[in-house]
């Protein structure tokens, strides 16, 4: 079996590594991306010219532009739990095997918004940066978060996770999720001092969190962001920051390419931002790539991968070389 693993040099290290990569080898026959760049449609099917199957990297979505211009490739791997980067209706109807992960960075991204959390109640950054100017940073009274009620829009596994470890820092915990939560949605916004943002992306939350919600979100309140850009009307964000109705804003994603922070948006006082890093630590990255190891070996085996997305639509796979 040949396969293409599309992480570029950057990328590599971050969210397949060294390790998985010689798992990998031992299933397949590997050709990997020599570049920086991350390639997509017809550049991406060329370099994966005569594979069996791509692994891909963020930065090289499934399009149908690769799938159309890739006749012999039998299965795209997502080496992710978000697969809204893979057109999986153009792959079915070329026969083509989707592919997802199973999350292994619950832990990472609960870690990074109870960071975002202390920051924004105790003003860290905004103290550190006051000191870097020069300055001295001047005390200022905080939020203390025993005590305080964390409210969770979205609640899979990170936003349970998120609510054990509020609960035991003190804080009381109200959820809400599109698909059936504890709460009501207003109930969460009014309800709480803090608000953390880990919906689904779909066409229904798109912009979930705009205008009408921030407002109904109590004046003074801190509001963050670890799910998905699209999710947040950054405009209504801003004007709220703006306005003085929320007292800070914390973000690990946004609309710029990548879903990285609005640069925007991260340059501001009044917000914390980092580069879409929740699940980036070693351990929650090689969960991933070996996740597309075990697959690999499963169609190297001639056998369907767990995280199959599409397999009724999947005849390559059937199909004699």
Avoid: W
């Avoid at 990998?24 to 760049?37: F, I, K, S, T, W």
């Avoid at 209706?89 to 992960?101: K, N, P």
């Avoid at 705009?210 to 004007?239: C, K, P, T, V, Y």
């Avoid at 948006?265 to 790539?289: F, N």
């Amino acid at each position: 079996m040949r396969v293409y693993l599309s992480h570029g040099s950057l990328s590599f290290p971050g969210y397949f590594g060294e390790r998985a990569l010689a798992a990998l080898r031992e299933h397949a026959d590997v050709v990997r991306n020599p570049g920086v760049e991350e390639l997509r449609d017809e550049a991406l099917a060329a370099a994966a010219a005569g594979c069996d199957a791509i692994i891909a990297y963020r930065g090289s979505p499934g399009t149908a532009a690769t799938f159309a211009a890739a006749p012999q490739l039998k299965a795209f791997l997502r080496c992710a739990v978000d697969i809204s980067t893979v057109d999986v209706a153009a792959a079915s109807e070329r026969g083509i095997l989707v592919t997802q992960a199973t999350p292994g960075f619950v832990d990472a991204v609960v870690e990074l918004g109870v960071g975002f959390m202390v920051d924004l109640a105790r003003g860290v950054s905004r103290s550190v940066l006051e000191y870097r100017a020069g300055g001295v940073a001047q005390p200022r009274p905080g939020l203390q978060l025993s005590g305080a009620t964390l409210g969770l829009v979205g609640y899979g596994r990170i936003a349970r996770r998120m609510a054990e470890v509020a609960r035991a820092l003190g804080m009381g915990v109200l959820a809400y999720d599109p698909h059936g939560g504890t709460h009501s949605l207003a109930e969460v916004l009014s309800g709480a001092d803090i608000v953390i943002c880990l919906a689904l992306s779909t066409p229904q939350t798109r912009h979930m969190m705009g205008a009408e919600a921030f407002a109904a979100m109590r004046r003074g309140a801190f509001f963050i962001n670890l799910s998905r850009g699209e999710l947040i009307d950054e405009a209504a964000l801003e004007a709220a920051l703006d306005s003085g109705h929320l007292a800070g804003a914390a973000m690990d994603v946004g609309s710029a390419p990548d879903q990285m922070p609005l640069p925007r948006l991260a340059a501001r006082p009044d917000v914390i931002a980092t580069p879409h890093i929740g699940g980036l630590t070693p351990a929650a990255a090689e969960h991933q790539a070996m996740d597309t190891v075990r697959q690999v070996a499963a169609l190297a085996a001639g056998r369907l991968p767990d995280g199959a997305v599409n397999a009724a639509q999947a005849y390559r796979l059937f199909k004699p070389a």
